[in-house]
């Protein structure tokens, strides 16, 4: 079973609009953490936001925020008054402690288009 | 700003090669970690460092792969004996915390083929 499903492979928004991309998790640790990375098409990885398990609140970063619903495990990422340069792929991580270390697991990704 | 650097950018190596990723985190952050990306597909966490020593590593990191830190600004990734399934896109990252409210800041890669 996948620990990280993104099941939107790709995603189109309006310049200005907000996106919700999903992301689904699957753990059986109490404590873990949820992250969403940016990689646009030049290649390198960027960091968008955190979010712990015990964190009663939604994280936000700027014009991102993590929807966190923890009974459905969920961790949505919410981008809004989207801009062009949002144009990028999206990967939800989990960090959870399996076997006594921790791992971190990616999802296979959602490629968002932002439309002028 | 301050940022993580990566060298080299690129390199080729032929099979059964031992190659060596070199990456200078941020200069106060505490935790260094490595994950690589085939090309296209998925990130995978390879494994993590703090204090001198390894503190989670993945499935993938086995007893070909080794990391160090050398000196107080060097962290590296040595591959020993390579294979062709390790050609892949190396990132290194770093972050001044763990859990709770870290923020990785990742290097702009290392692109490995191995022939």
């Known amino acids: 079973a996948q620990k990280i499903t993104q099941t939107q492979p790709g995603m189109f928004v309006q310049e200005k609009e907000a996106v919700t991309l999903d992301c689904t998790y699957d753990?059986?640790?109490?404590?873990?953490?949820l992250f969403w990375y940016k990689q646009p098409s030049s290649g390198e990885m960027i960091f968008l936001i955190y979010?712990?398990?015990?964190?009663?609140q939604n994280a936000t970063e700027g014009r991102y925020s993590l929807n966190f619903q923890k009974a459905r495990k969920s961790a949505n990422l919410v981008i809004s008054a989207s801009q062009l340069g949002d144009s990028a792929m999206y990967f939800c991580?989990?960090?959870?402690?399996?076997?006594?270390?921790?791992?971190?697991?990616f999802g296979t990704g959602t490629r968002l288009k932002v439309l002028a | 700003e301050p940022e993580v650097t990566q060298t080299p950018s690129h390199q080729v190596t032929q099979m059964g090669q031992e190659v060596i990723l070199r990456c200078v985190p941020i200069?106060?952050?505490?935790?260094f970690y490595w994950y690589r990306q085939i090309l296209g597909q998925k990130v995978e966490f390879l494994v993590s460092?703090?204090?001198?020593?390894?503190?989670?590593k993945s499935e993938i990191f086995d007893d070909q792969f080794s990391v160090e830190r050398p000196d107080g600004s060097n962290f590296t990734l040595k591959i020993r004996s390579t294979k062709l399934e390790d050609s892949a896109m190396y990132f290194c990252?770093?972050?001044?915390?763990?859990?709770?409210?870290?923020?990785?800041?990742f290097g702009p890669g290392t692109r490995l083929l191995v022939l």
């Open positions: 753990t059986s640790d109490q404590s873990y953490g």
């Open positions: 990252a770093s972050s001044l915390l763990a859990g709770g409210r870290e923020t990785q800041y």
């Open positions: 460092f703090y204090n001198n020593e390894i503190s989670e």
């Open positions: 979010q712990g398990s015990y964190d009663e």
């Open positions: 991580a989990m960090r959870e402690r399996s076997s006594g270390t921790y791992k971190y697991i």
């Open positions: 200069s106060n952050h505490l935790y």
